[in-house]
């Protein structure tokens, strides 16, 4: 079965500064690689997503890549602010059904003013 | 227009006791996904039911645990017997067929004393 490996588990950066967090994939035949954000109390939210047809998407300070033949996928956040401090978790699934997901540990992200 | 509905939020129950956690897709999902987060851990995939059916339950533990998606009302995650093992944030996905995304809900956070 797929299995998501995700780095770092915890991350610190300066507001203003940018974030980056690393996940890899075993199953060749994952194509959907969405990014959840969690905060304390509450469920994921998906914050950006993309299909192995594309190689990167970008939505304002949110950007991710994707390398299939490397299987890897990665979030990009930009001029990071203190309310993007959270957990952020990678995750992969097959065009079977988008909501069986496999994800990875997840990255405390902490954004210092 | 209300997304995912998980009740309760939170439920305590004793060891030997019997949980049931409630799940309501968003109006017009017929895909249901269970996932259980065990503290600081990302999140595990349990079962993936549609209407009267169960899809796939790979995830799921072959004893105490079993899920149902009736014609009528909630999705529902029974756990007979509970121990301090189950002890866990469940959460509940759900998706429509043709859909390019799952919504997560809130949340169960189950404790067992």
């Known amino acids: 079965g797929e299995n998501v490996e995700q780095h770092p588990s915890t991350l610190s950066v300066q507001e203003g500064d940018s974030a980056v967090i690393k996940c890899t994939y075993s199953?060749?035949?994952?194509?959907?690689f969405p990014w959840y954000k969690q905060e304390l109390g509450k469920g994921p939210q998906l914050i950006i997503d993309i299909r192995s047809n594309v190689g990167e998407k970008k939505d304002q300070r949110i950007a991710v890549t994707l390398n299939k033949t490397a299987k890897h996928f990665s979030l990009h956040i930009t001029e990071t602010q203190p309310e993007d401090s959270a957990v952020y978790f990678c995750?992969?699934?097959?065009?079977?059904?988008?909501?069986?997901?496999?994800f990875g540990a997840g990255t405390q992200v902490v954004v210092t003013p | 227009n209300a997304g995912v509905m998980q009740n309760p939020r939170h439920l305590v129950r004793r060891r030997g006791q019997e949980a049931r956690l409630r799940c309501s897709p968003v109006k017009g999902h017929s895909h249901v996904y269970w996932y259980r987060q065990l503290p600081e851990e990302g999140l595990k995939f349990m079962v993936y039911?549609?209407?009267?059916?169960?899809?796939?339950e790979s995830g799921m533990p072959k004893e105490r645990f079993s899920a149902e998606f009736p014609k009528e009302g909630p999705s529902i995650l029974r756990i007979q017997q509970v121990v301090r093992g189950d002890s866990a944030a469940y959460f509940c996905a759900s998706d429509s067929s043709g859909g390019t995304e799952a919504f997560f809900g809130q949340g169960t956070r189950l404790t067992v004393v």
């Open positions: 199953d060749s035949a994952s194509n959907y």
């Open positions: 039911l549609q209407k009267e059916n169960i899809i796939d």
């Open positions: 995750a992969a699934s097959g065009a079977d059904s988008w909501g069986k997901l496999q």
